[in-house]
Structures are given as C-alpha cells and as structure tokens.
C-alpha cells in the first residue's frame, strides 16, 4: 500500500542544535517533494519543494534532501530557535501538479 | 489582505444539517482545493478545481458538493452532516501550472454534535 511516514514522536532540540525531520514513502513516484510548516490554529505554509533530479536544495537555515532510490526526504533546519517549534509536514506531488498527498508531520519544539 | 481566505473559521452544527463553507482567493490563481485535516492530522485532498472545473474528486461522500462560481471562490457545501464530518477544513490554491505550492487558508473546525 502506499504510505507516507513522518517521524511519529515529536522531535525536542536545544535552540542552536540542526533539526532534522526525516519523511519515507513507499509505492509512490513522485515528480516532486514539498515541506510545508503549520502552526495550531492556522493552514501550512510553503516551505520549500525538491524535484526528482535535485538532490537538495536550500532556503537561509532550510536545507532539504530528496533521494528517490531510498523514497526519503530530509528536511533540516540549522541554528534552531524557539521560534521555529511547529508541525512539519511533507507532501508528495503524484499527478504532476494535480495533486498533493500529505504525510502527518513532525511536532517539532525548540527549547531555549 | 488574506490572500487565501475562509469562512466561517468555526462551525458547530447538529447531525443532519446542511452548511457552506466560503473560500476566495486574491492571488489570481487558476487552480483551488478543498483539504480535509482529520484528528491524526492527515491532510487529504477532496476537490481540486481548475478555472471553475472539477479536476479531482476523490472519493468524497456524495453529501460534499464543491462549487465555484468563478476562479477566485470554491464553496463546500455539506448535506446531512455526521458525526464522522467533524474535521478541520481547508481551502487552498495554486497557480495551477504544475509543481506548484499551495496557499492555504486557516481552516474551519467543523464539529457537528
């Protein structure tokens, strides 16, 4: 069956530590891979997007990786501050820009 | 200004009601969704319009009928609510080109009792 895992546990990290956020699929092919973050109460926020030919790709601290023979994705956040605590959510693309599919996200906390 | 924006941002209803949820977009996008976020926090796509036309359905109740009288609005209306309705929802949008992001409202709580 196809699946999208995103770390079940939430992920707790001192302020300046990397974050890294890790996301698996199985029986997917996706053209492309998306990170968004969502804070409660509020809708996902684009992040960044990683296509199949690219093996990462980087925003100021945001660096994402996308390895299609392992179906992962790592999303990292480097010098971490309290401020960037939230639900981190992968998406697939699997009809090319029809549609997206979500996995549950990782809670992330940064502790200062 | 909003760029994606719902309404009503809470709604509490009995079981068998009918409601609407209102979205629009200021962004001039062509393509707009309808997500629905369950208590696991899954989002899972409902509809997608493009240009006022049903891309994706997925296999949604016939109880969901999405409509969107012009490219920038896609309502949700709900017939005979369950208790099983109760979820978080969002409407979002892209440009509608391929590979594109998507901006999301802030979601209605939908809870029905």
């Known amino acids: 069956s196809q699946k999208i895992e995103q770390n079940s546990e939430a992920l707790n990290i001192q302020e300046g530590k990397t974050a890294t956020l890790t996301c698996n699929y199985t029986n997917y092919s996706p053209a492309y891979l998306q990170w968004y973050r969502q804070d409660p109460g509020r809708g996902p926020v684009f992040l960044l997007l990683i296509r199949e030919n690219e093996k990462e790709k980087r925003k100021e601290r945001l660096k994402v990786t996308f390895d299609t023979t392992l179906k992962q994705s790592l999303f990292h956040i480097t010098a971490s501050q309290p401020a960037d605590s939230a639900t981190y959510l992968c998406a697939l693309d699997i009809s090319y820009g029809n549609k997206l599919v979500f996995g549950a996200g990782t809670i992330l906390r940064v502790k200062s | 200004d909003t760029a994606v924006s719902q309404t009503p941002k809470y709604l509490v209803t009995q079981m068998g009601n009918d409601k609407s949820i209102k979205c629009e977009q200021n962004l001039g996008h062509d393509t707009m969704y309808w997500y629905k976020q369950d208590s696991k926090k899954f989002l899972k796509i409902m509809f997608s319009?493009?240009?006022?036309?049903?891309?994706i359905n997925e296999t949604v109740p016939n109880r969901f009928s999405p409509k969107s009288p012009d490219k920038a609005h896609l309502n949700l209306h709900i017939n005979s609510l369950e208790l099983g309705d109760s979820a978080v929802y969002f409407c979002?949008?892209?440009?509608?080109?391929?590979?594109?992001?998507?901006?999301f409202g802030s979601g209605t709580q939908l809870s029905v009792l």
């Open positions: 979002a949008s892209s440009l509608g080109t391929g590979d594109e992001k998507l901006f």
């Open positions: 319009y493009n240009n006022k036309e049903l891309i």
